[in-house]
């Protein structure tokens, strides 16, 4: 089986209904700094990331801005919590690729933006979690 490219752990999302309740539990208690803040009206969902003490991973909480979100649908099945895992690769079309051939279709096909593209594997395609894989560089939260 030929490697999907993968750079390294980019970060960790989780999904809740007020990300402000979450912020004390991750500034105060575990020492994260929040970095950005961000919204989406197109996806129905707002989030702030923060960076990881001793590391360069970042933390995201996500949480949804409208009551048809993909995110409240999510809340309202599994309540909060992990919602994906996302690692960085070298090429997102390769890694499309690698998958198909071991039967994976990504979730939702490869998506670009103007300084990124991404993918998702679905959680029943990857043991339970959701995995987004992208390559480029976030915009500037």
Same mark, same amino acid.
């Given at each position: ?5 993968? $750079?390294r752990?980019d ?6 209904? =007020? &990300?402000e #309740?979450?912020? /004390?539990?991750?500034?105060e208690f575990?020492?994260m $700094? &929040? %970095?950005?803040? *961000?919204?989406?009206?197109e996806?129905?969902y707002a +989030?702030?990331?923060?960076?990881? /003490?001793?590391g =360069?991973v970042?933390?995201?909480v &996500?949480? /949804? ?9 999510f ?5 909060p919590?992990l919602?994906? %895992?996302?690692?960085? %690769?070298?090429? %997102?079309e390769?890694?499309? #690729?690698?998958?198909r !051939?071991? +039967? ?6 490869v998506r670009?933006?103007s300084t990124w $593209?991404e993918?998702?594997?679905? /959680? !029943?395609?990857s ?8 390559? +480029?560089? *976030?915009?500037?939260?």
């Amino acid at each position: 089986m030929r490697s999907l490219g993968i $750079k390294r752990l980019d970060h960790v999302a989780m999904a809740v209904r =007020n &990300v402000e #309740e979450y912020l /004390p539990l991750l500034t105060e208690f575990l020492g994260m $700094k &929040v %970095v950005g803040r *961000w919204r989406s009206e197109e996806e129905k969902y707002a +989030g702030v990331t923060l960076d990881v /003490p001793g590391g =360069n991973v970042q933390w995201e909480v &996500v949480q /949804p801005t409208s009551d048809d979100s993909f995110l409240t649908r999510f809340l309202k099945q599994r309540g909060p919590g992990l919602h994906h %895992v996302t690692f960085q %690769v070298e090429d %997102v079309e390769k890694a499309a #690729e690698i998958l198909r !051939r071991r +039967g994976i279709e990504p979730f939702g096909g490869v998506r670009t933006g103007s300084t990124w $593209k991404e993918l998702f594997i679905h /959680p !029943r395609d990857s043991g339970g979690l959701l995995i987004q894989l992208f390559e +480029g560089h *976030w915009p500037d939260s």
